[in-house]
């Protein structure tokens, strides 16, 4: 199943009691197995250089493959206030899921974290970032999804963001803590356009959904257990906030 296909089969109104006994034995099958997923959560050390704390809102974008996982991940980070996924890489015009899904507008899938500098840092939010959200070592694919526009890449919103990416990269791969070199990459004066509404809080709404239950959930639970320091049992909500 390609990665359109497996985002698109959701918008189907029914599921056939076939679909509904795997969602139930995908979901028990999780619970009672360690968190694994496609890209396990690998234990590093907090950056050397990070940003000063602050009082004001700032912003981070990430793409790390598909967006649910990424999103649903900083919505349970503390001091993040929303976490939206989207398209950021190419043109407005393009930032439209089935094009994006083509692999040749420029955009990923990505997800703005807006976030508290003074609760949680940018430099703990990118070791979130390399740690659990995704695996930082497979080049133009994630999991069970490939092409660029599952790429792992930061885009960077100012210089500072820029340079404490490149210092940290610069520090995982000289520590060697993942078994191939980091291929994320850095861009930067690239727009953030928001994802459509269905794509929103998918991980949170759909819990029991297969692909969620294996490449997403356990990201979940290693936040959980990696960074008890930083992690929201509650998760800050797209649709919600936009409804308040």
């Not at 968190?35 to 940003?51: C, G, L």
């Not at 398209?87 to 974290?113: L, M, Q």
């Not at 297969?210 to 930083?230: G, H, R, S, T």
Request: hydrophobic share 35%.
């Amino acid at each position: 199943m390609t990665g359109i296909e497996k985002k698109t089969e959701r918008r189907s109104p029914l599921l056939a009691p076939l679909a509904a006994l795997v969602l139930t034995a995908a979901a028990a099958a999780f619970w009672q197995t360690p968190a694994r997923s496609a890209e396990d959560a690998v234990v590093i050390p907090p950056p050397a250089v990070d940003e000063k704390a602050a009082g004001d809102t700032e912003k981070a974008v990430f793409a790390g493959g598909c967006f649910w996982g990424v999103q649903g991940v900083f919505q349970h980070v503390k001091g993040v206030s929303k976490a939206v996924s989207g398209y950021t890489g190419g043109s407005a015009e393009n930032a439209v899921y089935e094009t994006v899904g083509t692999g040749r507008t420029g955009h990923a899938e990505s997800v703005e974290i807006t976030y508290d500098p003074s609760k949680v840092t940018y430099g703990q939010l990118l070791q979130v970032y390399f740690s659990v959200a995704h695996n930082p070592t497979q080049l133009n694919y994630q999991g069970p999804d490939s092409g660029t526009q599952y790429r792992s890449t930061i885009f960077a919103e100012n210089d500072e963001q820029k340079k404490l990416a490149e210092s940290y990269i610069a520090q995982l791969d000289k520590a060697k803590v993942f078994s191939k070199p980091i291929v994320t990459t850095l861009e930067t004066g690239k727009t953030f356009y928001p994802a459509e509404d269905y794509h929103q809080d998918f991980l949170t709404l759909n819990p029991t959904y297969p692909y969620i239950v294996y490449n997403d959930l356990p990201k979940i639970e290693n936040l959980k257990a990696l960074f008890p320091q930083l992690y929201s049992e509650k998760p800050v909500l797209v649709l919600a906030s936009s409804k308040s």
